[in-house]
C-alpha cells in the first residue's frame, strides 16, 4: 500500500457522518458514503457497518464515478 492509501486508511472515522443516496429508502440496502480529508470518499455497506469501509483518494472516486456515468461499469 503507497503512503497516500496508508493516510486513507490511518483516518479515524468513529465520528464520520456517512451518508447514502436520497432516492434510497428506510432499508440497510445500500452504500454510504463519507469524505476524507483531501477529497478522498470512504465507502461501507449500510448493512455491514462493522466491515471496514473502502477509501478511495480524490482521483479515484472521480475515476469511478465518471465510469459510473457512463456505463462503463
Known amino acids: 500500500m503507497n503512503d497516500k492509501k496508508a493516510e486513507l486508511y490511518a483516518h479515524d472515522l ?12 428506510p432499508e440497510h440496502n445500500c452504500v454510504e458514503i ?12 449500510s448493512k455491514n457497518t462493522h466491515l471496514e469501509p473502502l477509501r478511495f483518494d480524490a482521483t ?14
Do not use: C, N, Y
Open 34 to 45: 463519507t469524505d476524507l480529508p483531501g477529497g478522498g470518499i470512504a465507502v461501507r455497506d
Open 14 to 25: 468513529s465520528a464520520a457522518r456517512w451518508r447514502k443516496a436520497k432516492a434510497s429508502g
Open 60 to 73: 479515484e472516486w472521480s475515476m469511478f464515478r465518471q465510469a459510473m456515468v457512463s456505463g462503463e461499469l
